[in-house]
């Protein structure tokens, strides 16, 4: 007797079944991580993040550093500094990020006085996770060993050599890296300002 079946028997059908089962299981893995990769990728732009955080801080005090406009153009997102690239830490941010869903419906900055009464408790947080990965987003950007240090100014290279120091990080003393000091530098930026 043959081992190999007729094709239309019970064995033959079964087989069948299994490989349209596992084709639509692919298929299905394949749109998963296609969707998991777009969420992720829409959920990192600047457009996302101000959909929430469109008031006048932090956009407006971001919109005064080199971080968002300089003469070279090669600019930082709120991605770059606050979300780290590696992916555990990445999706751990994405999960913890469920409180700001669950505030955004309390409103808790949903206006300027809120968000100032609101704001050291964030900054608190955020100053936290930096020091917690010594910076790793900046240094993303920022390689320090790369860093012509003879080219910097005698302060700047003199703080820079101790970095390897763990004693401090970036945000340490670069504090305002990200968003710039609410004190309008001219007339035309304090109209601006809408609080
Ligand atoms: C659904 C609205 C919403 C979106 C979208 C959103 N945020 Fe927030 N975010 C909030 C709210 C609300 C808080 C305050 C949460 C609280 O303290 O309860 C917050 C807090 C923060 C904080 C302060 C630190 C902390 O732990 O509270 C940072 C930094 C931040 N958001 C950055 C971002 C970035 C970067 C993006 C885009 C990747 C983003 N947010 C997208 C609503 C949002
Ligand atoms: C160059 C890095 C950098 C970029 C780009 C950046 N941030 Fe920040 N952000 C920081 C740092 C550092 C802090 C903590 C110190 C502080 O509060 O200023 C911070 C603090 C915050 C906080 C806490 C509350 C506050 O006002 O201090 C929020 C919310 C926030 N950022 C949202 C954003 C959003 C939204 C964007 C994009 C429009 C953005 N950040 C772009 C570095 C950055
Ligand atoms: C996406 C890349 C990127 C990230 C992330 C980034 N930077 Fe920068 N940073 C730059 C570039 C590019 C410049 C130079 C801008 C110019 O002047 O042309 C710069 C300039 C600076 C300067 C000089 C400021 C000045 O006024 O000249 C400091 C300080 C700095 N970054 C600190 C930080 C810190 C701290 C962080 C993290 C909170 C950070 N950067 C995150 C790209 C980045
Ligand atoms: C102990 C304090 C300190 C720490 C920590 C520190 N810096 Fe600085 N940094 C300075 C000082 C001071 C300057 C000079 C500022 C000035 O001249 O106004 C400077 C200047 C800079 C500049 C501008 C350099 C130039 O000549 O254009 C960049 C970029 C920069 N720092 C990035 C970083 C990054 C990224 C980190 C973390 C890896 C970091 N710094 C950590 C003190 C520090």
Not at 54 to 62: F, S
Request: with cysteine; hydrophobic share 35%; glycine share 8%.
């Amino acid at each position: 007797m043959s081992i190999f079946r007729e094709p239309g028997s019970r064995r033959g059908r079964g087989r069948g079944r299994t490989l349209v089962l596992l084709a639509a299981g692919a298929l299905l893995g394949i749109i998963g991580v296609v969707a998991f990769n777009t969420t992720l990728e829409a959920t990192s732009t600047d457009e996302f993040c101000l959909g929430c955080h469109n008031h006048g801080i932090p956009y407006k005090q971001h919109q005064l550093t080199v971080h968002y406009t300089n003469p070279h153009g090669v600019v930082a997102g709120c991605s770059d500094c606050h979300v780290q690239h590696e992916f555990v830490p990445k999706m751990t941010r994405k999960i913890e990020a469920a409180r700001e869903v669950w505030g955004h419906l309390r409103g808790v900055i949903d206006t300027d006085e809120k968000y100032l009464a609101h704001q050291p408790a964030m900054k608190a947080r955020e100053l936290a996770r930096f020091r917690a990965s010594d910076s790793a987003t900046c240094r993303s950007c920022h390689d320090v060993a790369r860093m012509d240090l003879e080219a910097q100014s005698p302060k700047a290279r003199r703080e820079h050599a101790r970095l390897g120091s763990g004693a401090k990080t970036c945000v340490d003393c670069h504090e305002e890296a990200g968003h710039a000091a609410l004190a309008p530098a001219t007339a035309e930026q304090e109209q601006s300002f809408d609080f």
